[in-house]
């Protein structure tokens, strides 16, 4: 059973810098689309960006674009999402799944960015963006 597992939370200030990492125990992630999610408390789970299986597409969210960047190490069966210029609207608990038959491409938020794409999910990590 492939479980992800997500590291690299933390706090940061407004307009620093953090990178996510994904793995995975057991399973390698090659293969697979990953996703990521975030959520805050009441809200719904909504994607932010996701990458390929070979690592030649990706697509992030609007809210995003330009200051995130995912990407894979294959040989390391690790995808890491690099937060950039974070803004205190980014504290949420960030998520990463995995998903084979997941479409991540870019040209629209539709693409790999939605929950039912997914099938295996890791149990977060936080981001507090503040000062």
């Known amino acids: 059973q492939l479980q992800p597992v997500e590291s690299g939370g933390g706090l940061v200030q407004p307009g620093g810098s953090l990178r996510l990492s994904c793995a995975a125990s057991?399973?390698?992630?090659?293969?697979?689309?990953i996703g990521w999610f975030r959520q805050a408390s009441g809200k719904e789970r909504e994607g932010v960006s996701c990458?390929?299986?070979?690592?030649?597409?990706?697509n992030y969210a609007d809210s995003v674009k330009g200051r995130f960047t995912v990407s894979r190490d294959n040989a390391k069966s690790t995808v890491y999402l690099q937060m950039n210029n974070l803004k205190p609207e980014d504290t949420d608990v960030y998520y990463c799944a995995a998903g084979s038959l997941a479409d991540c491409k870019s040209g629209s938020s539709y693409y790999g960015l939605r929950r039912l794409e997914y099938n295996y999910w890791g149990q977060g990590t936080q981001v507090t963006v503040s000062s």
């Open positions: 990458i390929s299986s070979s690592g030649g597409n990706t």
């Open positions: 057991g399973i390698t992630l090659d293969g697979y689309t």
